[in-house]
């Protein structure tokens, strides 16, 4: 009989005894039902790594703790304790207690040496230079502190000056003399003032667009040599749109730029208030680039066009007169208005003045219509009577003359140096011989001098216009002094280029080169040059100081 049958049989009977279970404990159950999960060897490498950091940090901070409690409060020293002590120096005469206490800090000093001979008030005496001499250390210290300190960039004063600049733009607009509130006026220390007492250099703030670096001369040159004159005109749209410029305009003394911005701050030119300051100084060159020429002043005598009393030359037939001078107004646009009304005048009539008169009465510009003493009315009626005599624009007769019987003599202005106008034919070396016999000898004729002026527009850096014009000077050698001056005046037109300004001084060169030459008078050209070069030469002097751009200046130069 198998195994399993007898067990089957066994529990089937029901005399034998029931055997009582034996309970499992509910780890092996656990263990039965999920199963044991075994760790790996990184597992428990990584438990034992992070139980003995956790162990060894709380071991720090116990430590770090027992450290900084040692310096809190110091307590007198027990025998068998382990707390910091400090150190200190316990004299004989100290108690116990007086250990604990603070040690106020203190600088050594060594003592000086003392003789036996020496008395207390000398070694006190010493002992006070010693404290002087640590002094003057303290000093060398603090100082040798600032000069380490970094300097101030040339970048943030750029910008600090930009920043005035906009500051004092955004104060004033200063256009027909309308300031914001709580303004006065324009500032008067400057959009640029950097605080320099010797400066002579002004900023000019609003001006006028249409006013230019000749009109600034002429109205601030009233109060002494300037040494420069610059306006900062407008490169981009933007800027023309503002309807306003700024320049600079320097003195050759410091009193002279101060009483220029006396006058002129807040004064109206052409419609806009000007705003002047002091401004960044500027090197000053030999000579100043503008004098103002200041007529002296007329005494009022009642006379038309307060004309002036002329003794005359001492003589039996002398007899004095009144004259009237006329000289050209110094500002262009004057000028330019003057000539337009002349011509709307000559078409128009009287009627035409008449109008003008009562619509720009108010206008500035026109002012010379009511003051019949001013130069500019007097340079108008004279033009006036000219054109109507049959005059024309740049040449009339210089000769004084009466407008009516009875009157003043009138004396015209100096005639141009060149005939701009003269669109007739040129006139060739037979009607210069036809003209010559009716002048004095030594002297050029009417159409030689014409001659002369085309030459000498004509002149450029070719050789062949500079031998033409040599040629003409060396032909007319009698005539040396006028040719001489003529030309001289050439150079020393302001408003001629600077190219134009040399070719001519090539055109004086050749000509002191072939004045040797067998011809007759020729030699008188060295004598003529003499007396006017220095003079010529001051004016390229004073236009190679007023160039600001070092390459500019450097072409110049050669």
Known sequence: ?????????????????????????????????????????????????????????????????????????????????????????????????????????????????????????????????????????????????????????????????????????????????????????????????????????????NINPTVTETGLCHEFGKYGPIASVKIMWPRTQEERDKGKNCGFVSFMSREDASQAIKHLDGKMLDGYTMRVGWGKAVPLPAQPFFVFDKVQETVKTGLPFNAQIDPGVGGVNSRPRAEVHVTKPSDIQVMRIIHRMVERVIKLGPVFELAIMEKEKDNPKFRFLFDNMSPEHIYYRWRLYSMLQGDTKSRWLDEPFQMFEGGPWWIPPELPLFDEDDLGPMFDTDDEMADQDNITKGTLGHIARQRL?????????????????????????????????????????????????????????????????????????????????????DHFNSIYRSINARLKAEQVRV
């Open 1 to 205: 009989m198998s195994e399993k049958r007898m067990r089957e049989e066994r529990s089937e009977s029901p005399d034998e005894p029931i055997r009582p279970f034996k309970s499992i404990p509910a780890s092996k159950l656990q263990a039965f039902t999920v199963g044991i999960q075994k760790k790996t060897a990184y597992q428990r490498h990584k438990e034992e790594a992070d139980l003995k950091k956790k162990q060894e940090s709380e071991e720090a901070a116990k430590v770090y703790a027992e450290f900084v409690a040692s310096f809190e409060e110091p307590k007198s020293y027990k025998l068998g304790t382990t707390n910091f002590i400090k150190s200190g120096t316990l004299q004989p005469r100290d108690t116990a207690d007086d250990y604990d206490k603070p040690i106020a800090k203190t600088i050594f000093k060594p003592m000086p040496f003392v003789r036996a001979s020496d008395s207390i008030s000398t070694v006190n005496k010493t002992t006070a230079n010693d404290n002087t001499d640590e002094d003057i250390d303290e000093q060398k210290a603090s100082k040798f502190k600032e000069s380490k300190t970094p300097k101030k960039r040339n970048l943030d004063t750029f910008l600090e000056e930009i920043k005035k600049g906009q500051e004092g733009r955004g104060r004033s607009d200063g256009k027909n003399g309308v300031y914001p509130k709580n303004t006065s006026g324009p500032d008067d220390t400057g959009s640029f003032d950097d605080g320099d007492p010797n400066t002579t250099n002004l900023y000019v703030g």
């Open 453 to 537: 002026g085309v030459l000498l527009r004509k002149v450029t850096f070719q050789r062949g216009t500079i031998a033409r014009t040599m040629a003409f000077a060396i032909d007319h050698a009698d005539a040396a002094s006028e040719i001489v001056d003529l030309l001289c005046k050439s150079i020393l037109i302001p408003d001629s280029p600077l190219s134009v300004k040399l070719a001519r001084l090539y055109l004086v060169s050749d000509i002191l080169h072939n004045s040797s030459v067998h011809v007759s008078n020729a030699w008188k050209y060295r004598k003529e040059f003499e007396s006017q070069l220095p003079m010529v030469f």
